[in-house]
C-alpha cells in the first residue's frame, strides 16, 4: 500500500477539500476540511485530535498519514472531517521562545478544538447537531474532557487512548522496544535508569512547583501536575455523550490494559460502544507479530473496519 495515494477505500471523486482556519485568540491553525459531495447535506461532522507531540493534520507518522485516510475515507461515506496543524507544530519557534512555563494540555489541546467544534457548528452545509470529536492516543485520553467543557458535543470517538499517567507509559514503552534487544547495553540501562529517575521527579511534583519552568519529559511541571487532576475514566463515567473506544491489538504505545481500563470504567454503561482489532497497531494499521517503531516507517493505510465502524457508529446517532 502506498501511503502517498488513497487508501483502497477512499474515492477522491466523492469530497472536496478546502482550508480552514482554526482560530484560538492569538493562534490561527491552518487546517482542511473535507466534505462529501452530493446529496445528504446537512452533513455531520468529526474533529480530529492529534497525539502527543508536534502533529501536521495529517498526523504524518513515519511513511503514514493516518489522519489523511481517516478523513477522506469518512467523507467518502458522508461525513465531514475537520483536521489541523496543532498549536505545538505550528507554532513550535514560538512556544520555545517565550518558555513553556504555563503549558499545559489546555493550550497545546483543548482550546483548539473547542474552537474548532464551535466553527464548524456554524459552517455551511454542517449539521450544528451532529458535530463529533475523535482523538487518537493523547487526544483520546483528553476527549472525556473536551466532551465535559461541551456538552453539546454530539459523541466521542477514542483510538487508543492512555489511562494511564503518561510518565508511567514513557517508562514502560522504553523497557518494551528494549526487550527485543536481548540484553540491553550499558548504555541502554543507563537511558532506562535515567527516565525513571525523571518519571519519579514528575511523581513528587507538588502545587509549590507549577510555576517552575524545569522542563521534564519535554513538559513543565504546571504540564504535569494538570494531568494529574483529571481523571478521564471518572470524567466519562460522568458524561452523557456516547463514546465509540478502538484500540488495536498489537499496539504498544497504548495497550490492551488500557482498553481494559476504558471498559472497566464504561462497560456497563449502554452508551459505550467497544471494538477491538487483534491486527492493527497504534495508528490502526495493520501488521504481523510484535510491533515496533520500524513499523511506521512502511507505509500503509489505518484498516478499512476502522472506517467503517466509526462511519456506521456516526450514522446510529
Not at 32 to 46: D, E, F, K, Y
Not at 166 to 191: H, N
Not at 261 to 279: D, I, M, N
Not at 285 to 293: D, L, R, V, Y
Amino acid at each position: 500500500a502506498d501511503a502517498s495515494g488513497p487508501p483502497p477505500y477512499a474515492r477522491t471523486n466523492a469530497f472536496l477539500e478546502k482550508a480552514f482556519t482554526v482560530s484560538c485568540g492569538e493562534w490561527r491553525l491552518p487546517g482542511t476540511l473535507t466534505t462529501p459531495i452530493g446529496g445528504g447535506s446537512p452533513w455531520p461532522a468529526v474533529v480530529l485530535v492529534h497525539g502527543s507531540g508536534p502533529n501536521d493534520r495529517d498526523e504524518t507518522i513515519g511513511a503514514n498519514k493516518p489522519f489523511r485516510d481517516l478523513a477522506w475515507g469518512l467523507a467518502t461515506k458522508g461525513i465531514a472531517v475537520l483536521r489541523y496543524e496543532k498549536r505545538t507544530k505550528q507554532y513550535a519557534a514560538k512556544f520555545m521562545a517565550t518558555g513553556l512555563g504555563q503549558f499545559t494540555v489546555q493550550e497545546e489541546t483543548i482550546e483548539d478544538v473547542l474552537d474548532a467544534v464551535a466553527q464548524l457548528r456554524s459552517t455551511a452545509g454542517i449539521d450544528p447537531k451532529r458535530v463529533f470529536v475523535l482523538g487518537h492516543s493523547l487526544g483520546g485520553m483528553l476527549a472525556p474532557r473536551i466532551g465535559q467543557a461541551d456538552p453539546r458535543i454530539a459523541g466521542l470517538i477514542i483510538l487508543a487512548g492512555s489511562t494511564r499517567p503518561l510518565e508511567d507509559m514513557v517508562i514502560e514503552q522504553t523497557q518494551y522496544l528494549l526487550s527485543f534487544k536481548g540484553k540491553p547495553s550499558d548504555e541502554d540501562e543507563a537511558k532506562l535508569s535515567k527516565l525513571q529517575l525523571i518519571a519519579a521527579k514528575v511523581k513528587k511534583l507538588t502545587a509549590a512547583d507549577v510555576s517552575s519552568s524545569t522542563i521534564l519529559l519535554g513538559a513543565p511541571p504546571a504540564y504535569w501536575l494538570d494531568l494529574r487532576q483529571h481523571d478521564s475514566l471518572a470524567i466519562g463515567k460522568g458524561l452523557r455523550q456516547p463514546f465509540l473506544i478502538l484500540q488495536g491489538g498489537r499496539d504498544y504505545q497504548v495497550t490492551l490494559v488500557d482498553f481494559d481500563r476504558w471498559k472497566e470504567a464504561l462497560g456497563a454503561q449502554s452508551k459505550v460502544t467497544f471494538k477491538l482489532y487483534p491486527k492493527l497497531n497504534h495508528l490502526f494499521i495493520a501488521g504481523e507479530g510484535k510491533s515496533t517503531p520500524d513499523e511506521y516507517e512502511q507505509p500503509g493505510h489505518v484498516a478499512k473496519a476502522v472506517v467503517v465502524d466509526i462511519a456506521e457508529w456516526i450514522g446510529g446517532r
